[in-house]
């Protein structure tokens, strides 16, 4: 283990963290809100402890896969760590535990709140919130490779580390000029969507909390309804944009850059990504169609809250709690499918339902036509034994996380579908669940112990697993 690259990472770290905090800072020195010193406390903060960090500059700036999965996961709890300082020091969130359950939910893109009364905090307080989602969605560590030359040539062990899906692969031969590539269309679509929000007559601050929330897929709302009280029109381009920022980034890249729509067009997993989204939409649009005025609403409501779970944002404009069972279990499926790998979106990612889907046919294959070979193939190529494995080593691990996360949190004795949504909305960087933790509820009821549970839940999902766990083996940490 390198730990002078590991420590002098997470240096720049704090520091980007030290100057996105500066942001609500001047949110709240335009709203003239007093709280606003608490972000630049933390901003100095930050500052100052990445300033002493990277002043000292490893000799060796050897990065293999080790110090990367270890330098994201500790980035990602450092970024929750202290992001969550203002929140406690302003008074708006005094116990810490869930000031950093909401930092951690909005860093890692979940949008599960302890807030009951959302619309009581600040603007600076609000706009930090939902601003972190903007942050975590692509990724801080991909930013920071984006901008900064911080080691030689091995980014991609840090890109594999956050990045989520299955598999990891760069745009262009250079991982520096994939991250620009990444977050140069992810600010193209947040500024679009932007832009159309003002048009749907949105202010400034509306809009670009709305944003974040939406690019990240986050889903912190900044009123007590979530976007129920928004227009048809907003509400339409939010459906359709957490639905494209649930999309792999490398489908746009395709698309639009070097621009062989075809190829484009092959990708089974966007398939099959849109044919779930419509699926849905039509099953539970038939299924409450009695619960709304007319179609057009009926369709509006549903095609929003299909978007919103499947991509994981979120986002709510009804209170979906109240749909019939059989929509409710649709929704929760949702969950678990989550968006396409390599988006900002959370789940399991369809991809893998994908390679798990074929090879259990190649299974059913191989039990009738044992002699035969058959080998598992997406959009044409061979899927590697290794892609295979990981993916079924990872249904191993979630399934133990989940249950783990379910058995301890049960202890709070709440009912069942209740921990289940929760923990599901937690792993999934989902939000909302149902019943206690439904759209209209919020997490504040459970224990310290579950919120903790759950923060590292969030941080494991968003890493897809791994990461976290290679922090608690013995093997890491050895020279």
Known sequence: MNFRIVIYLLGWLLEFEGAFLMLPCLVGAIYREEDAYCYAVAALLCLSLGFIIT?????????YAREGFVIVALGWILLSVFGAIPFTMSGEIPFYIDALFETASGFTTTG??????????????????????????????????AVVPLVDGRNMYLMKAESPGPTVGKLVPRVKSTAKILYGMYIVLSA???????????????ALTTTFGTAGTGGFGIYGDSLGSFSPYVQVIVTIFMILFGVNFSFYYVLFVVRRWKDALRMSEVRVYLGIIVTAIVLISVNTREMFSS????????????????????????????????SKTILIFLMFIGAYAGSTGGGMKVSRFIIWTKTLLKEL?????????????????????????????????YVMVYAISLLIISLDGFDFITNFTGVAATINNIGPGLNQVGPMGNFSIFSPMSKLVMVFDM???RLEL??????????TWKK
């Open 192 to 206: 679009i969507e932007f832009v159309l929000l003002l048009a749907g007559k949105l202010t400034v601050y509306d």
């Open 459 to 461: 941080i494991a999902g």
């Open 365 to 397: 294959k191989v039990m009738i036509h044992p002699r035969n070979v058959y080998k598992v193939s997406v959009e044409g190529r061979k899927v590697e034994h290794e892609v295979i494995r990981s993916v079924n080593v990872f249904l191993v691990a």
């Open 295 to 326: 179609v057009g609403e009926t369709i509006r409501h549903v095609a929003f809250q299909v978007g919103s779970i499947i991509t994981t944002t979120g986002f709510s404009t009804v209170d979906f709690n109240q749909w019939p069972e059989f």
């Open 55 to 63: 002043r000292i500059k490893p000799k060796d700036k050897a990065l």
């Open 466 to 475: 791994f990461p976290m766990f290679l922090l608690f083996s013995p093997t």
């Open 112 to 145: 599960a709140s302890i807030l009951t009364d959302v619309e009581a905090m600040s603007k600076a307080g609000n706009f930090w919130r939902t601003f972190t989602h903007w942050i975590g969605g692509m990724g801080v560590l991909v930013f920071m490779m």
